[in-house]
């Protein structure tokens, strides 16, 4: 479309435009119905219909099986940094991978619940890493193991999942979640706030495996009870009726698209894309992760100083590339390029990447 830029923010992020445009197309009123999806009750068949379909296409998407629970909550993934220990954490201690600030954050409020061992962590060197395997400090009689799969703000990722064992894996995937197919058995929970690769802000998925629901404790606040959300099928009180529809669209593009081994291509093609830009600089870019740790979804890197910086940036968004400016506490320059990321955006930036420097090297 003529009127979109290149979106390279990190959150709220690009999405599909087929799902915009069906969005938009359906906004007045959806087919047969008459009203707009967000004058419809939460309680009617049309939106049972819609509820329906995003939990399906959730479950077909990570292969999940009936002995996973699909949530669609509010409170972003934050809440769950919470909600999740508070539901899952028995006995009252549990392991913590920290990568990055989400997940010093997920540690924090796990302090309120418990006692939380950090198994492994990679801040001696600003997160420019994940831990691998043989680092981690590992209780086997922890309640859980938590991990952020993906670190937005440093452009670090897992490949692969931490082996735990018995213990359930607990993961923060919000700017990751269908980057790639995996096995969804290794999971205890998955949680993913949707504004980044599955729709707008405002509601979080949380993807739960049935059994663990039975550490629930007794008497928590209602809206704070993983086992009466599940009860109620995320719909205790009014839900986000809007981005669950958002969710049920851009999962719908997701299958229609090739599904995550589909993803799983593009998205390594498009991350290669501006590594190659970054590692052909001759040292003019250079990238914050260290390379077996690379993010596909967030590429990050500095330049020689922060004014040059600066420079790149907003040079960068006159030429129609907007969203690049690192996070405030690594600085330098953050292309995030999600699953509805432009092939075509990446390669126009990778120009852009060779023709500053030949400007200003
Ligand atoms: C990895 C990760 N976890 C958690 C969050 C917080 O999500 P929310 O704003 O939905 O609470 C973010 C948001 O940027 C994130 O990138």
Same mark, same amino acid.
């Given at each position: 479309m003529e009127n979109r830029i290149y979106n390279f923010s990190a959150g709220p &992020?690009?999405?599909?435009?087929?799902?915009?445009?069906?969005?938009?197309?359906?906004?007045?009123?959806?087919?047969?119905? $008459?009203?707009?999806?967000?004058?419809?009750?939460? @309680?009617?068949?049309t939106f049972d219909e819609i509820h329906a #379909?995003?939990?399906?296409?959730? @479950?077909?998407?990570?292969?999940a099986g009936d002995d996973y629970e699909i949530l669609?909550?509010?409170?972003?993934? !934050?809440?769950?940094f919470y909600m999740l220990p508070l539901n899952l954490m028995t %006995?009252? /201690?549990?392991?913590?991978?920290? #990568?990055?600030?989400?997940?010093? /954050?997920?540690?924090?409020?796990?302090k309120r619940v418990g006692e939380v061992n950090v198994a492994a962590t990679t801040e001696e060197g600003v997160f420019n890493r994940v831990p691998k395997q043989d680092e981690l400090t590992l209780d086997p009689e922890a309640a859980?193991?938590?991990? =952020? !799969?993906?670190?937005?703000?440093? +452009?670090?990722?897992?490949?692969?999942e931490p082996e735990t064992g018995d213990v359930p894996l607990l993961c923060d995937a919000s700017s990751d979640i269908f980057h790639k197919p995996i096995d969804v058995n290794k999971y205890g929970a998955i949680y993913a706030g949707a504004q980044k690769n599955i729709g707008p802000s405002g509601v979080c998925a949380v993807v739960v495996r049935k059994d663990l629901l039975e550490r629930v404790p007794e008497n928590l606040p209602s809206m704070l009870?993983?086992?009466?959300?599940?009860?109620?099928?995320?719909?205790?009180?009014? %839900?986000n009726v809007w981005g669950i529809y958002i969710i049920s669209l851009t999962t719908k593009w997701?299958?229609?698209n090739g599904g995550l081994s589909e993803m799983e291509k593009r998205n390594n093609e498009k991350a290669g894309i501006l590594y190659d830009a970054i590692d052909g600089s001759g040292g003019y870019y250079k990238g914050h992760a260290e390379k077996e740790s690379r993010s596909v979804m967030n590429v =990050?890197?500095?330049?020689?100083?922060?004014?040059?910086?600066?420079?790149?940036?907003?040079? &960068?968004?006159?030429?129609?590339? !907007? $969203?690049?400016?690192?996070? @405030?506490?690594?600085? $330098?320059?953050?292309?995030?390029?999600?699953?509805?990321? %432009?092939?075509? +955006?990446?390669?126009?930036?990778?120009s852009f990447m060779k023709e500053f420097q030949r400007k200003n090297g």
């Open positions: &992020a690009v999405l599909p435009e087929p799902s915009l445009k069906e969005a938009q197309e359906n906004l007045m009123a959806l087919p047969g119905v $008459g009203m707009s999806v967000m004058e419809i009750s939460h @309680r009617s068949k #379909t995003a939990k399906s296409n959730f @479950r077909k998407l990570l292969g669609f909550l509010q409170g972003g993934a !934050s809440l769950q %006995p009252k /201690k549990a392991d913590y991978i920290v #990568t990055g600030s989400w997940s010093k /954050k997920a540690v924090k409020e796990a859980f193991v938590h991990f =952020t !799969s993906n670190n937005t703000i440093y +452009g670090t990722q897992f490949t692969a009870d993983l086992k009466l959300m599940a009860e109620k099928d995320s719909l205790y009180n009014t %839900p997701l299958l229609e =990050t890197w500095n330049l020689a100083n922060a004014d040059l910086e600066k420079k790149f940036v907003a040079e &960068a968004a006159e030429s129609g590339f !907007s $969203g690049l400016k690192g996070h @405030r506490s690594v600085g $330098g320059v953050r292309a995030s390029v999600y699953n509805a990321f %432009p092939k075509k +955006g990446v390669e126009e930036l990778a």
